[in-house]
């Protein structure tokens, strides 16, 4: 049973530019949600997908976009790269949206260095 | 703001040995989960243990345990007979789908 799988494991981008990151839910999940974890700090909540949708988002700015595909795997889009945009991008995947009992697995992340 | 703090950002204990890492936390709900993540170098974050805050029994995964005080709006994490395995990065945290988190504690074993 494959577990959360996300890519590329690193990626290095120069400012200004975009980046796509992609990540693939555990099998069975449905919701996917993505963090930032810059470097020292505890991980930070960016949004959350279900059925295609947005469904929660937290402290960013709209230079961060996602999606979510009928297979459930989603993308973290992000534009207009900063220099502070440089962390690391961690995808969690879980059943049922609004659903408080649900664990969430995360992946190992996509390393995002901004030149 | 609804805040989490590790007040510990570096622990260390002898192999085999108990180590109890801190944990506060802030929330104006009444219902809510809390749990211990498990950092590697894999980076991957591992659940180590989760809470249910309307519980009043501790819970307890092997040789993690928690001390989860509701009132004090404190959760810590203890670790019995620690392992070289161990070793990592420890997030504290509260919410369910949407996770807050502190910002961590290093832990080392020391063979």
């Known amino acids: 049973d494959a577990g959360v799988t996300q890519s590329p494991t690193h990626l290095i981008k120069t400012r200004g530019q975009q980046v796509t990151l992609r990540c693939s839910p555990k099998?069975?999940?449905?919701?996917v949600s993505w963090y930032q974890q810059a470097l020292g700090q505890g991980p930070q909540f960016i949004f959350q997908?279900?059925?295609?949708?947005?469904?929660q988002r937290g402290n960013f700015p709209d230079r961060f976009s996602g999606h979510q595909f009928p297979n459930y795997s989603s993308e973290l889009n992000v534009n207009a790269l900063l220099l502070g945009d440089s962390a690391l991008y961690l995808c969690?995947?879980?059943f049922g949206w609004g659903s408080t009992n649900e664990k969430l697995f995360f992946g190992s992340g996509t390393q995002l260095s901004v030149l | 703001a609804q805040t989490v703090t590790q007040s510990q950002p570096e622990m260390s204990v002898q192999e085999a040995e108990t180590v109890t890492l801190s944990c506060t936390y802030d929330?104006?709900?009444?219902?809510?989960?809390l749990f211990w993540y498990k950092q590697p170098p894999s980076r991957q974050m591992i659940l180590v243990i989760r809470?249910?805050?309307?519980?009043?029994q501790n819970a307890t995964e092997n040789r993690f345990s928690v001390n989860f005080q509701k009132a004090a709006k404190s959760f810590s994490l203890k670790i019995s007979d620690s392992q070289l395995g161990d070793a990592a990065m420890y997030f504290c945290?509260?919410?369910?789908?949407?996770?807050?988190f502190g910002q961590g504690t290093r832990l080392t074993i020391n063979p």
């Open positions: 997908y279900y059925e295609e949708e947005e469904r």
């Open positions: 945290g509260r919410g369910a789908q949407k996770l807050v």
């Open positions: 929330t104006s709900e009444s219902d809510y989960y």
């Open positions: 969690a995947s879980s």
């Open positions: 809470q249910e805050a309307y519980k009043q």
């Open positions: 099998s069975g999940h449905d919701t």
